[in-house]
């Protein structure tokens, strides 16, 4: 199992990167989305609402939540991989720091976007402006933990 894992290293890997790609994608888009939705409600200009809440929820469905799945599982293969992950150095506890906080990011939008869904949103699109801010933070930690190696 473990020279299949070392055989098909960069393969894995490059299936992680597409995963990310696309995670990242949508963890970017859904509050910006977000944003204008609660901004045309907040505006009296509902006529809308219906298009929104498809869009967050296929965004979310279709493309969020099956690639952070398969982030996580091709991550973990990686992490199982021999030789990859030295975890006396500082950049795999920094790197799995800012993932788990990513994925807390995830979770806290799948749970906003029940409430726009069920008519219950209580934030402002400035709230959402702000959040959008989170996962550049958390995107500039992982890179250079993966990439500088620190
Ligand atoms: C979800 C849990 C994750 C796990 C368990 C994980 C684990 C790993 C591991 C072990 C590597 C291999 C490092 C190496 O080959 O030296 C890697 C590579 C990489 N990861 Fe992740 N990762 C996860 C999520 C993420 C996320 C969320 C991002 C970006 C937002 C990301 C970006 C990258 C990149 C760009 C590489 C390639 C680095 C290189 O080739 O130098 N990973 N990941």
Redesign the pocket.
Known sequence: MLDLLSEY?LVI?AL??VS?IA??AGIFYLPRLMVYHAEQVANGLPQAEDLFRTMERRLLRAIMNPA?IS??VF??L??L?PG??DWSDAW?WA??A??LA??WFHMWLAARRREFAEGRNTRTGRTYRMMNEVPTL??LV??FA??V?F
């Open positions: 290293y890997k992680h990167v990310v995670w990242m952070m982030t996580w991550g973990l990686l992490v991989t990859v992950v795999p790197k799995a800012a993932v990513m994925t958390l995107l992982i890179v993966v990439i190696k």
